[in-house]
């Protein structure tokens, strides 16, 4: 069964960072993209960012481009998001997701962690 279990939110303030883990269990990935969402209250779930496992090439959105990181640990099978120089625009709850490299769904998801930042 696979598990990925996000960790990492917490509440900050604006200028501050936090990073984000997410913990991946219950297959191999090494044919997985990863990716961070995220959620705020009373909006829709946007893309963040994402990875390949295999080669490690990532994406991001404009909105955090220069910001934020995203990285992975192959040893721990774990896909951490360093947050740099929050804004109060990054309040939401933020998910690890995964998909088959060559397919554009996501098919696995975590639990969300809740990420605060205030001005």
């Known amino acids: 069964q696979v598990q990925l279990v996000e960790s990492g939110g917490g509440s900050v303030q604006a200028g501050d960072s936090l990073r984000l883990s997410c913990a991946a269990s219950?297959?191999?990935?090494?044919?997985?993209?990863m990716g961070w969402f995220r959620q705020a209250p009373g909006k829709d779930r946007e893309f963040v960012s994402s990875?390949?496992?295999?080669?490690?090439?990532?994406s991001y959105a404009d909105s955090v481009k220069g910001r934020f990181t995203i990285s992975r640990d192959n040893a721990k099978s774990t896909v951490y998001l360093q947050l740099n120089s929050l804004k109060s625009e990054d309040t939401a709850v933020y998910y690890c997701?995964?998909?088959?490299?060559?397919?554009?769904?996501?098919?696995?998801w975590g639990q969300g962690t809740q990420v605060t930042v205030s001005s």
């Open positions: 997701a995964a998909r088959h490299t060559f397919v554009s769904k996501y098919l696995y």
């Open positions: 219950g297959r191999t990935f090494s044919g997985y993209t």
């Open positions: 990875i390949r496992w295999s080669d490690g090439s990532t």
